[in-house]
């Protein structure tokens, strides 16, 4: 029985002087030898919850998220509500991107702490990020009302106001912040993305123009500020920040698109259809059919009429608009000696549901004549 004491009380003795070594590592910073003291300190003690902490905070600081969430969560079966580990394991779950995981351990903070706006934010942030804006409003507004300077509380609040279409209230929040620090460029921007959703293209102008010198625009804010200054045509500089937009660019279409109709209105085809064609062959969304729209009326301004043939053509497999067919038989009219593929467009938008009546009368009367011309020519 003295021997079996003496036995605990060595193991006693060398686990309280392991876990002052392993305090002064951690507090040191020497996480590889905190971790390694702290799975020594667990063999002798495996309910030990100091060590399972220290073992758990060392693997954090040492980007060991494995280890890390096993010794945490042994850490939380022996004390499950200790707020360390409780916030520790939110923090490692939200890293991993483990959604749920991480709401699960920030729920149970709030718990323990119902106005703590970090906590609250947090969870807005994750319902955002699982894309459940109806669930994530709630907390961005509870942590806003605890706290309205927080950054990312501001952020989040009007992403999802602007998302819901309550530009009032964004532009509302968004004015009160810059009051309160007008020097926060990401306000700023924020500021100027709600104008340009709005159609305000001249305040967003405005507002990416107040950031001339203290930022470098990405080729997001580029194409944003290049069409704005497309809307109010102001062309050189939509040019100069559309033609920014495409440095880099993995996916140019849109503004090589917009440079096309930039230097369309400025009276430059060739560079028009240059960009047109940068826009066709980058083309992966809806908006092919615009490409060939625009491509099909440049070559016909041009009197390339072949090439407007096919991309008229070439428009149809994209859009179902009945006006394609009008401008398909317009084209044939004038280019094919055999009059009756222009009539077999001219009927197809005839018998469409377009509700232009000028152009429908335009169609019938002049697939009527044409009908005459062939049968005249066959005698």
Known sequence: MRLTTIIIACILSFT??????????????????????????????????QCYEKAGLAAFRLGNFLECKNALLKAEEIQPENKLVLKQLASVYEQEENVPKAIKYYNQLLKQDSLNAVYTRKLGQLFMKADMMHDAFPYFAKAYSLNANDFYTIKGMVEILTTNKQYELADSILTEALIVDSTNIQFTLLSARSAYIQKKYNKTIEQIESLRGRLDLNNYYNKMTGFSYLQVDSLDRAIFHLSKSLVDEPRPEHAS?????????????????????????????KDTDL?????????????????????????????????????????????????????????????????????????????????????????
């Open 16 to 49: 309280l002087s392991g876990q002052d070594a392993l305090m002064e590592a951690y507090q040191s910073e020497d996480y590889p030898l905190a971790l390694r003291l702290a799975k020594e300190c667990i063999e002798l003690d495996s309910n030990n919850y």
């Open 257 to 285: 698109y917009y440079l096309g109709i930039a230097y369309e209105k400025k009276g430059e085809p060739e560079l028009a259809l240059e960009y047109y064609e940068k826009a066709l062959m980058a083309g992966i969304s």
């Open 291 to 379: 490409y060939h729209r625009q491509l099909a009326k440049l070559h016909k301004e041009k009197n390339q009429l072949k090439k407007a043939i096919h991309h008229y053509t070439e428009a149809t497999k994209y859009d179902d608009d009945p006006l394609l067919w009008f401008l398909l038989a317009q084209v044939c009219d004038d280019y094919y000696k055999d009059k009756n593929i222009a009539i077999r467009y001219y009927k197809k938008f005839s018998d469409s549901d377009h509700e232009n009546k000028s152009y429908k009368k335009y169609a019938r009367e002049r697939s009527m004549y044409l009908k005459e011309q062939v049968h005249l020519s066959s005698k």
